[in-house]
């Protein structure tokens, strides 16, 4: 049985909300009624007003782009399988000569496949397991903005051979920095815009030069191999640093596409570079601010707990002094939890994921464990529990012990006094299924679509005394997902609320 990828719904429009929608006529390929129509609501939400045909099959698809023209589409990898997937129909669009542009969407992240698909000729490749919407719109527009240059690139090649003085004003036309080499990669011309951004006095001073010379090290390796596709005749793409000629910090998305002569050989190469600093720059703010975390936070604060810990071991103190004590190592306690919530977070969003270490483990003792701890919390609450003699599994213990302590902690946080709160664990079809369930108000159907997103809170009104800065559910499906698996939540008036986690038993999906 096939698996679903897509377990929340993306964010419906805000009612009332004024945007400028982008149109775009799309086809979106996939076997799957529910995937297509998630696909549609992303696109929706990233900003598109989305025109879509739909298809079942690779052989259907094929007919309709040869019939009719779409700005892009989007197919799913794993179509019709085992007879076709999106590879067989990303080369039959490519050898019938459509040139729409292709974003491929697959249950699983497979960096070879990615790597034949992009040289089969796909604008780009995304996990359906990580998909958002401000990640769809991103690669929906870099794909079409990428199609645009090459579709001028193809308008502009006759021009290009029979006036010098169109090309310049070709490129002068685009604020990117395009340049135009021959086949030997030195540099021709170079667009206004480019000259501006590399910081050239005069463009006499480069002209003529070799292109690989700009690149340094690993990046001069991948310029070498992205300029040799496109000799080849195929675009060659890579990203990369270099400098301007003033030595300010700058990085490129490159793109090489070869401009063919009347004989269809490669003759010159279009370059077309994208500033991408910005972006770099963000990342390397992540990146420090996980050290700041891990280090110039988490060391003094584990000397205030320590030092607060060994004081309340003090025979002879006082209720007041005791009293103190206490708040200070359970705010001590509330801020470590938060710095642990940080660095999860900083990693799945640099890294793609929380990294796990697997072990033979009980889940059945590990949700015990953790009962028991969580019901020392709240001593007023009820945690009623539904656990196996034993249920073995091949897991990261710590990291399932910290999804159940979010979910019971949020599922007694947003449900009234009073009422009980359940937690079972059983076993079918080779998975562990956690189901976690509390009464109470439910979550708004507007809300759902964004529950497991970080910053975010299903209600305005909270414990201000709690830990939560809104990454819990985050950091919960991140974990689910390094297991290989899936959590899911239903929320109504009748039946309450009940977070649903399936992980494979044996660590492989």
């Known amino acids: 049985m096939r698996q679903k990828a897509f377990v929340v719904a993306v964010p ?48 259907s698809a094929l007919r309709l782009l040869e019939a009719e023209s779409f700005d892009l589409v989007l197919l799913d990898f794993n179509l019709n399988l085992p007879t076709y997937d999106g590879l067989y ?8 000569g459509v040139r729409v542009p292709v974003v491929v969407l697959t249950g699983q992240d497979n960096a070879e496949v990615a790597v034949e698909l992009m040289k089969a000729g796909a604008s780009d490749y995304l996990a359906k397991s990580s998909l958002s919407a401000d990640r769809l719109g991103h690669a929906l527009r870099s794909a079409l903005r990428i199609h645009r240059l090459e579709e001028e690139a193809r308008t502009a090649q006759e021009a290009l051979r029979a006036s010098e003085a169109l090309n310049h004003s070709v490129l002068a036309a685009s604020g990117d920095c395009i340049k135009l080499l021959d086949l030997s990669g030195r540099l021709l011309s170079l667009s206004q815009a480019g000259q501006c951004m590399l910081e050239i006095d005069d463009l006499s001073t480069v002209v003529g030069s070799d292109w690989l ?62 500033d991408m600093t910005a972006l770099k ?80 483990a009980d889940l059945a003792s ?3 464990h953790v009962i028991e701890e969580v019901a020392l919390a709240w001593p007023e609450r009820r945690i009623v529990p539904s656990l196996p003699a034993r249920l073995d ?16 902690s949020n599922a007694l946080q947003y449900s009234p006094a ?16 956690l189901d976690i369930h509390n009464h109470g108000t439910p979550i708004p159907e507007g809300f759902l679509p964004r529950l497991f997103e970080p910053l975010q809170r299903a209600t305005a009104a909270h414990d201000r005394s709690s830990r939560s800065i809104g990454l819990g559910l985050y950091i919960v499906k991140q974990l689910v997902r390094a297991h290989s698996g899936v959590i899911e939540v239903v929320s109504t008036v009748e039946a309450g609320t009940t977070f649903t986690v399936r992980l494979p038993l044996t660590g492989m999906a």
């Open 418 to 433: 009073g009422t009980d709160v359940t937690a079972a664990l059983r076993e079918a079809d080779g998975l562990a299924v």
């Open 393 to 408: 599994a091949y897991v990261d213990a710590d990291r399932i012990a910290q999804v159940l302590t979010n979910l019971l």
């Open 89 to 96: 129909v990303v080369r039959a669009l490519r050898a019938r």
């Open 366 to 368: 590990v949700c015990g």
């Open 281 to 360: 720059q963000r990342e390397s703010f992540e990146q420090q601010l996980v050290g700041i975390v891990s280090h110039d936070l988490r060391n003094p604060l584990n000397a205030i707990l320590v030092s607060a810990d060994l004081l309340l071991r003090k025979e002879g103190l006082d209720e007041r002094t005791v009293k103190a004590m206490s708040r200070i190592r359970s705010a001590g306690q509330r801020a470590a939890r938060m710095i642990r919530d940080l660095l999860d977070f900083t990693q799945a969003r640099l890294g793609g994921s929380i990294p796990i270490t697997r072990a033979p």
């Open 12 to 59: 419906a429009a805000v009612p009332g909300e004024r945007r400028s929608l982008e149109p775009l006529r799309a086809l979106i390929v996939d076997d799957d009624e529910f995937d297509r129509m998630t696909v549609k609501r992303m696109m929706l939400s990233a900003g598109f007003a989305v025109r879509a045909e739909e298809c079942e099959s690779a052989a």
């Open 213 to 274: 010379d700009f690149w340094k090290d690993a990046d001069r390796v991948a310029a070498e191999a992205a300029l040799e596709r496109a000799r080849a005749g195929e675009p060659g793409r890579f990203v990369g640093h270099c400098p301007s000629m003033k030595g300010k910090s700058l990085w490129w998305d490159v793109l090489l596409t070869p401009i063919r002569g009347v004989d269809g050989r490669p003759e010159r190469i279009l370059c077309v570079s994208r």
